[in-house]
């Protein structure tokens, strides 16, 4: 571990930029609910692929004491694969496709950790997921920057005005300049950035970073003397450490980034217009415990949360939830059915009661999980911030909300139109019946899209990329002993209709019944063959809004 043991032992009097919001000081809250919700930290990663989002995931488990071992994407020999990666082809491709959720302690805080799928075509799956966080971390790669993908999951976090760290990755390897780096994330996001340390070197002449604000350095070297504090960017220790041509170039950087970025400002973050900039190597455990750090320091607490009549509070005494994702088959054994929630506000003890505001239904929380990974433990109770597990039998869906009796309707998630649209063939028909249940399981837990032709012909599923198809041809053989194999549909688009006029709707789902489908939640879809017949039947029809977007009903 190079994350060096010397930093972590530290004098206290190294402080930080601002006085820090620990868990235990934060807003001084006064009673145990307020105390427990300030302690929470609810955060996701998001990155371009290959940026290092899994292996930093790794780390921050391992520096929290919730593993003993991290092992390497697609690692080998005896190492244990990825811990937040635990399906079967997240193992075999060294990818992640489904949203894990980790809880640990670290620093006196409760840390929920959202490892989100990095790959493209599982995009809605990641929007979902980052309206359940409170803050995020941007990896960048060090040699790549900003990259398509960073850039899309970046605007959705400001779209929510989500707080982000920022961690420059992979700075043992080859890399591009920092200034040139933070310029970039000036430009590009148009964030301002405030760097907490600053790289000494890259690649092979990367000795660790000098913190900006203690005047310390973390040694990559981690049997490398401790500096202790120095008394500034001028002193000979940093010259013996580089060398002196490369310490007077290195100078040059500090000055030009301590004149030219502005300092760490709290509120500015916490409002999402700064980012605190880190730098390091997720493979060789560096600067990850900078990132935790941070985290803890300077985080927010659980965020009040929008709902349609009103503004929900965290440190409410009424207990309520949102349903962001539904997990089956986690444990292959019992064929169990997930429903990951956030809890929004108050406490989740064991046992209570809950309604479910879309149904109006009432439900015993016997059994609510925390989790880790794919490993789980009963959750005696829970606070608002906490990610937990509630086992049911197709009771929940994704956008429910859980409440001690209010009915509760929350914002902001949405559904989005596939851009691949399939038929599936089953080589054994007649298990056509069990496939329909299997692909309406899916589509519940938000896998696929399922569309259902009002003219009674074969169901078209839906996805956002070919990678999803893949995942779920994968999951019908392994989970439910379905083979299957895809078939072009009759259509390539498809859009959710309304109209202000009920009757104009309906004459135009008259005229054209056999394009016209349902979806898993009986809204009528267009399926058009083409995006030139869209646009026609768009302005054939100047009343009729067709819409590629639709946000989930919850109550």
């Not at 530290?10 to 820090?20: F, L």
């Not at 829970?382 to 509630?390: C, E, K, M, R, T």
């Not at 519940?444 to 599923?461: A, M, Y």
């Amino acid at each position: 571990m190079t994350d060096n043991a010397k930093t972590a032992a530290r004098p206290a009097a190294a402080q930080p930029a601002v006085p820090a919001a620990t868990p235990a000081q934060a807003g001084a809250p006064r009673s145990i609910l307020e105390r427990e919700i300030a302690r929470r930290r609810t955060f996701a990663i998001i990155s371009h692929p290959d940026a290092g989002k899994t292996t930093l995931t790794e780390k921050l488990l391992l520096f929290g004491g919730a593993i003993q071992l991290a092992g390497q994407v697609k690692a080998k020999g005896d190492k244990k694969n990825t811990r937040s990666d635990w399906m079967a082809i997240e193992r075999a491709r060294g990818i992640s496709v489904v949203t894990s959720v980790m809880t640990f302690e670290y620093g006196g805080a409760v840390m929920n950790l959202l490892d989100t799928p990095g790959h493209e075509d599982f995009s809605d799956q990641t929007y979902r997921t980052l309206t359940a966080v409170d803050s995020a971390i941007m990896v960048i790669d060090a040699a790549k920057g900003i990259e398509a993908r960073t850039r899309k999951l970046f605007e959705i976090c400001r779209m929510r005005d989500i707080p982000i760290v920022t961690f420059i990755n992979k700075m043992d390897r080859e890399a591009r300049e920092p200034l040139e780096l933070l310029d970039e994330i000036s430009n590009v996001l148009a964030l301002d950035t405030a760097p907490m340390v600053w790289p000494m070197g890259s690649g092979r002449e990367f000795k660790g970073t000098y913190d900006l604000y203690s005047r310390r350095v973390n040694h990559m070297d981690s049997e490398a003397q401790d500096l202790g504090e120095l008394s500034g960017p001028d002193d000979p220790a940093i010259a013996a450490l580089m060398g002196v041509e490369a310490a007077a170039r290195w100078r040059e950087e500090v000055d030009l980034v301590q004149g030219a970025c502005g300092r760490f400002d709290l509120e500015a973050f916490r409002h999402g217009t700064l980012t605190p900039v880190y730098f390091g190597s997720a493979l060789k455990n560096f600067g990850v415990r900078q990132i935790l750090d941070a985290f803890v320091n300077y985080a927010p607490p659980p965020r009040a949360q929008k709902a349609a009549h009103r503004i929900i509070e965290a440190n409410e005494p009424a207990m309520t939830g949102i349903v962001f994702k539904i997990q089956a088959n986690m444990d292959p054994n019992h064929r169990d059915r997930i429903a990951f929630m956030r809890v929004t506000s108050g406490k989740l003890t064991r046992g209570m009661k809950a309604t479910v505001s879309r149904t109006g239904r009432a439900m015993a929380l016997q059994a609510p999980q925390f989790f880790f990974a794919q490993d789980r433990s009963i959750a005696e109770e829970a606070y608002a911030g906490d990610i937990v597990g509630i086992p049911n039998r197709g009771l929940l869906r994704i956008g429910d909300a859980l409440t001690e009796g209010e009915k509760v309707a929350f914002l902001g998630i949405p559904n989005f139109a596939p851009e691949i649209l399939r038929r599936v063939r089953l080589e054994d028909a007649i298990r056509a019946r069990k496939l329909r249940e299997a692909l309406m399981e899916m589509a519940e837990e938000g896998v696929v899209q399922i569309f259902s032709p009002l003219d009674g012909t074969q169901p078209i599923v839906g996805v956002i990329g070919a990678l999803q198809l893949d995942v779920l041809a994968e999951r019908l053989k392994n989970e439910y002993g379905l083979p299957t194999a895809f078939e072009p549909a009759p259509c390539e688009v498809a859009r959710w209709m309304s109209a202000d006029d009920a009757k104009v709707l309906q004459a135009f789902i008259d005229k054209n019944k056999s394009k016209i489908a349902e979806d898993q939640d009986g809204d009528k879809v267009y399926l058009a063959e083409s995006a030139f017949s869209l646009r026609w039947a768009a302005d054939k029809n100047p009343d009729i809004q067709f819409t590629d977007m639709k946000t989930i009903r919850t109550g």
